[in-house]
Nanobody, 128 residues
Framework: QVQLVESGGGLVQPGGSLRLSCAAT????????IAWFRQAPGKEREGISC????????YYADSVKGRFAVSVDKAKNTVYLQLNSLKPEDTATYYC?????????????????????WGQGTQVTVSS
């Protein structure tokens, strides 16, 4: 079954850390760009980071730059998003999504409209 499964969300205090996982099953991430998005209640879905699994190019939105880190483990066919120095405004449902890049594609984008296959999301709540 082809799917993306996010995990690792939870409740954390401000300043804390979490590691989100996005596990792909039924296909290989090798030639895909994988992006992380988040959506808070009443707000639009926001692209916050992405990685190209082939060339490891990355992107971070200004809102998370220096605090979050994206990585890919090809052996586990899984992408991770390390969330550090969490703030209450990071509270949202976090989603991963993939975009086929092929053998010549490079880098990645975090634009919602570029991605057509999504996971179900994992909730991150930052609160004291």
């Amino acid at each position: 079954q082809v799917q993306l499964v996010e995990s690792g969300g939870g409740l954390v205090q401000p300043g804390g850390s979490l590691r989100l996982s996005c596990a792909a099953t039924g296909f290989s991430l090798d030639l895909y760009a994988i992006a992380w998005f988040r959506q808070a209640p009443g707000k639009e879905r926001e692209g916050i980071s992405c990685i190209n699994a082939r060339d490891r190019g990355t992107y971070y939105a200004d809102s998370v730059k220096g605090r979050f880190a994206v990585s890919v483990d090809k052996a586990k066919n899984t992408v991770y998003l390390q969330l550090n120095s969490l703030k209450p405004e990071d509270t949202a449902t976090y989603y991963c999504a993939v975009d086929w890049q092929g053998p010549l594609g490079s880098g990645c984008t975090a634009e919602v409209t570029d991605y057509t296959f999504w996971g179900q999301g994992t909730q991150v709540t930052v609160s004291s």
